[in-house]
């Protein structure tokens, strides 16, 4: 079973360059989309936080001490790279309180750009999306292929890979969930970056089997869409025009499994290849079901939103799109080149 790593199926053929990448924090940037504004009043402070070289739930438990209150009343919609300069929104509740003076916080690489209120605690997965902004440095290669691979990314989108991230450092998440299916007690943080990696390995598995046989944005018999923007599916249901026009025009998107416990929702063709590779990850996928984790379903395709590049000197390549919540920007670079830190 190919799970992560570069041994995964490339969409659109092999890297056409190599770079260096996260030299610095500021090559890789990242912003989210909330996709709405905050209410302007409430009990919790709404921060726009710009963070550089810290990750999300340190900064977290920064803003919560820094505002005399405990850590579960603070707020995030996602995880963010540590390595890397990232612009987030974080919610404090200070019911009866006035904001602190949040221009003092005193966190190296970490300030408050603005400060407002809000009704409710923002919760995780609350985004529209990320905003990514990309320096690859030292790139080497065939410069004339770029533009056509940039191109069809932009037009057929990615393979929606979860990336190494979520693994954590050589593989180590799947060594957690091993060892928790095993019977190994885990904290509440640990057990979910366990749970969270099985489960990514499972549909990276599945998704790398559709990319080498040509159908990750392709329809199977059995086949169950997602709706473009949004976690709601349907299907099994007949092929037909309205499907292909809907596929042809990025609308829906194919499924894979985000593995747990009942019936798996694909049919036929679909269900054999996803069924098949569960069991050479057995392991895993009962340890998903023991844990009582739902069947669920992930998007095998990705799209690459508003994708625009420049070429920064003899050997700087920038690059600047938008991506669903949950996706990784890691997957859309492999498309494009082979890169070291």
């Known amino acids: 079973m190919r799970a992560m790593g570069d041994s995964l199926a490339r969409a659109h053929g092999g890297a056409v360059v190599s770079a260096r990448f996260k030299l610095e924090p500021e090559d890789f940037e990242v912003e989210e989309i909330t996709g709405f504004e905050p209410s302007g009043e409430g009990e919790h402070a709404w921060l726009q936080v710009e963070k550089r070289g810290a990750n999300t ?20 919609a996602g995880l ?5 300069l990232t612009r987030q929104v974080f919610t404090v509740q200070l019911p009866g309180q006035a904001d602190p ?25 609350a985004l529209r999306g990320n905003r990514f902004r990309i320096r690859l440095r030292e790139v080497d290669g065939d410069r004339g292929a770029v533009p056509a691979r940039l191109d069809r990314v932009a037009t057929h989108g990615v ?8 693994f954590g450092r050589e593989g180590g998440n799947l060594d957690l969930a091993r060892a928790l299916f095993a019977g190994r007690r885990l904290g509440r943080a640990q057990r979910g970056f ?20 040509g159908t990750w944005d392709q329809p199977l018999e059995g086949e169950v869409w997602m709706l473009d923007g949004s976690h709601s599916v ?7 025009e309205a499907l292909a ?12 499994p985000m593995w747990g416990r009942g019936e798996l929702r694909s049919e036929h063709q679909a269900r054999v290849l996803e069924r098949g590779i569960a069991d050479t990850c057995a392991d895993l996928a009962k340890g998903l079901e023991a844990a009582g984790l739902a069947q669920e379903r992930r998007a095998l395709r990705l799209p690459v939103r508003g994708l625009e590049w420049t070429w920064e000197g003899d050997d700087g390549l920038l690059l600047a799109f938008e991506l669903d919540p949950g996706s990784f920007a890691t997957v859309v670079l492999r498309e494009l080149c082979e890169w070291a830190p």
């Open 57 to 76: 739930e340190w900064v977290a438990a920064r803003l919560a001490e820094f505002a005399g209150v405990p850590g579960s009343v603070v707020g995030f």
């Open 194 to 213: 366990a749970l969270s990696a099985a489960r990514a390995a499972i549909f990276n598995a599945v998704l790398d089997a559709r990319v080498a046989t």
């Open 234 to 240: 349907f299907g099994p249901e007949p092929w037909n």
């Open 159 to 166: 393979p929606n890979y979860f990336g190494e991230q979520r």
């Open 80 to 84: 963010k790279d540590r390595h890397a």
């Open 245 to 256: 026009a809907r596929l042809a025009g990025g609308d829906i998107h194919p499924t894979g």
């Open 101 to 125: 003076d949040w221009s003092a916080l005193p966190v190296p690489g970490v300030r408050v750009l603005s400060a407002t209120r809000h009704a409710r605690k923002l919760k995780r997965g």
